[in-house]
């Protein structure tokens, strides 16, 4: 229990930290999301459905405080990943983000071990995973009941091989 709590006082900190910071786009340039690396995501279901995203992908400090941040449309078929490692826990939040997101947290195996559906637009409201997360993927809001996406599924990236281990995920609680 003593681990967890050092956890969240870290969280904690680090929050505070990038609360006294300056915000995206006060005093750093915008990057458009075409300057973002780009790569196939799929999502495998329980029920056996395999769901394909064009992602773009979020993997320096940089990258991830932007996320979607000021984009005004998102097609269901896209998606954007924040890449961790090693996995960690994650607390996201909506600030600046124009449109409603579905927040996928997924493990170092690619199990989904968390859903939050349709975060609502410019909130600073914390999501939080439920435990450590070597991925975030963000999906246009609606996206996961849409298609019947949530806890246990899969998440793969195809073109890297990853997750190495694909040990099947637990079934959701």
């Known amino acids: 229990m003593s681990v967890v709590?050092?956890?969240?006082?870290a969280a904690l900190f680090c929050l505070a930290a990038a609360a006294a910071a300056p915000a995206v786009g006060e005093d750093a340039a915008i990057r458009p999301l075409s300057s973002f690396p780009r790569e196939r995501i799929t999502i495998e279901t329980r029920s056996a459905?395999?769901?394909?995203?064009?992602?773009?992908r979020a993997?320096?400090?940089?990258?991830?405080?932007?996320?979607?941040?000021?984009?005004?449309?998102?097609?269901?078929?896209q998606a954007m990943i924040f890449v961790y490692s090693p996995a960690q826990?994650?607390?996201?939040w909506m600030k600046n983000t124009l449109i409603?997101?579905?927040?996928?947290?997924?493990?170092?195996?690619?199990?989904?071990?968390?859903?939050?559906?349709?975060?609502?637009p410019g909130s600073l409201d914390e999501i939080q995973?439920?435990?450590?997360?070597?991925?975030?993927?963000?999906?246009?809001?609606?996206?996961?009941?849409?298609?019947?996406?949530?806890?246990?599924d899969r998440v793969t990236r195809p073109e890297i091989g990853w997750p190495r281990d694909q040990t099947p995920c637990s079934a959701p609680r």
């Open 59 to 77: 993997d320096t400090d940089e990258t991830r405080a932007q996320g979607l941040m000021f984009v005004k449309s998102l097609r269901p078929d």
């Open 129 to 152: 995973s439920d435990g450590p997360v070597s991925l975030v993927v963000e999906l246009a809001g609606g996206t996961a009941s849409n298609l019947g996406i949530g806890r246990g």
């Open 49 to 56: 459905r395999r769901h394909v995203f064009d992602a773009w």
């Open 89 to 92: 826990y994650v607390a996201m």
């Open 5 to 9: 709590r050092g956890l969240l006082a």
């Open 100 to 120: 409603p997101l579905d927040m996928l947290f997924v493990d170092g195996g690619g199990c989904v071990i968390t859903v939050h559906k349709l975060a609502r």
